[in-house]
């Protein structure tokens, strides 16, 4: 049995709730970068929200409070902020592709709506002054994606910026989709004899040195360490992957880090090919290979990422995005001036 200075220390952390949000609703707020829910979740938290993957997500700016909507029994509601060094800018993520409110699939709009009201209510106590939060794409969960993006225009949040994810429906043939141009070439990369291979994680310093200079080929960032890198793939084993393609002689002809973001949903996370691979176009393969890869794994669908430059939306890569079948979907961003 926890002790009762515990019992006291947490339940004086509970926040009063508007009267909206219906009877049998409590609010909870606790500190430190990583606590976990007092309650057990009434859904599959996602993995960006699960205090493994907060530890890791470093913020050394200012404090990180995470709120807890409640019933008598279970946490039916998240959210995790993380404010500015000066305290007056909070958002949700911290340092992850998303973050912001994940819910129970049956909760009230009123209880939500209320839910944010009150973390509002205690963001302006502490002296924020703007929010600003990041979900995830509409395609992960349509339906809460929508219930939270109504309620957060009605309580006069703005949406921008407004971003295409691009993502594979598992459920379809990967083959049958591709455009005949990309069809053409993975039948070159299996005429000279590229292979697609999951590779062990102690590969990873050599990957990582692939992926960085591909990325400098590109003038593409890389905004990961490989100390980070590592240390993700020890702290959520079996939900970080590396796979790649080798060539007939065991180059690697691409690599890629992929995450596995909930047991229906994997996320094409670090894909990189060298620049002298370009003639055989092996991401084709490789998004063939983690396409049957999610698929006998039960899973629903991989997401592409967004194709986003500094300057705006990266054509090319949109483009050869739809020629491997991916569907367009929206990833907003929610910002509102507090007080």
């Known amino acids: 049995m926890p002790s009762p200075s515990l019992i006291s220390a947490v339940a004086a952390r509970l926040l009063p709730l508007p009267a909206s949000a219906g009877a049998g609703y409590m609010l909870r707020r606790l500190p430190g970068l990583a606590p976990a829910p007092v309650r057990p979740p009434a859904y599959v938290p996602w993995l960006y929200l699960q205090p493994a993957h907060q530890a890791l997500q470093h913020w050394p700016e200012g404090e990180v409070l995470h709120f807890f909507l409640e019933t008598e029994t279970h946490t039916v509601a998240q959210l995790a902020v993380y404010l500015s060094a000066d305290g007056h800018a909070a958002r949700s993520p911290g340092r992850a ?56 225009v009605r309580l006069g949040y703005r949406i921008g910026p407004v971003e295409m994810n691009s993502y594979l429906p598992l459920s379809r043939d990967y083959e049958a989709h591709l455009h005949p141009s990309e069809r053409r070439r993975l039948r070159k990369c299996e005429r000279h004899g590229l292979r697609f291979e999951q590779e062990p994680p102690l590969l990873l310093p050599l990957a990582y040195e692939l992926i960085a200079r591909s990325r400098q080929e590109k003038g593409k960032p890389l905004n990961m360490s490989l100390e980070q890198l590592q240390a993700l793939f020890r702290a959520l084993p079996g939900k970080v992957l590396l796979f790649s393609v080798r060539d007939a002689a065991g180059e690697w002809a691409a690599v890629s880090v992929v995450i596995e973001v909930r047991p229906d949903v994997l996320y094409h996370f670090l894909p990189a090919s060298p620049l002298a691979y370009n003639h055989l176009s092996p991401m084709v393969l490789l998004n063939a290979g983690l396409h049957a890869f999610g698929r006998a794994s039960g899973m629903r669908l991989l997401d592409l990422g967004i194709s986003a430059l500094p300057t705006g939306v990266d054509e090319s890569l949109l483009r050869f995005k739809r020629h491997l079948g991916a569907v367009s979907g929206l990833k907003l961003t929610f910002s509102k001036e507090l007080g």
Do not use: D, I, M
């Open 97 to 152: 592709p998303f973050g912001a409110v994940q819910t129970a699939p049956n909760l009230p709009e009123a209880a939500l709506q209320a839910f944010l009201e009150a973390v509002e209510a205690s963001l302006q106590t502490h002296g924020v002054r703007q929010l600003v939060l990041r979900p995830h794409a509409f395609a992960y969960e349509p339906a809460a994606s929508a219930r939270l993006a109504t309620v957060l």
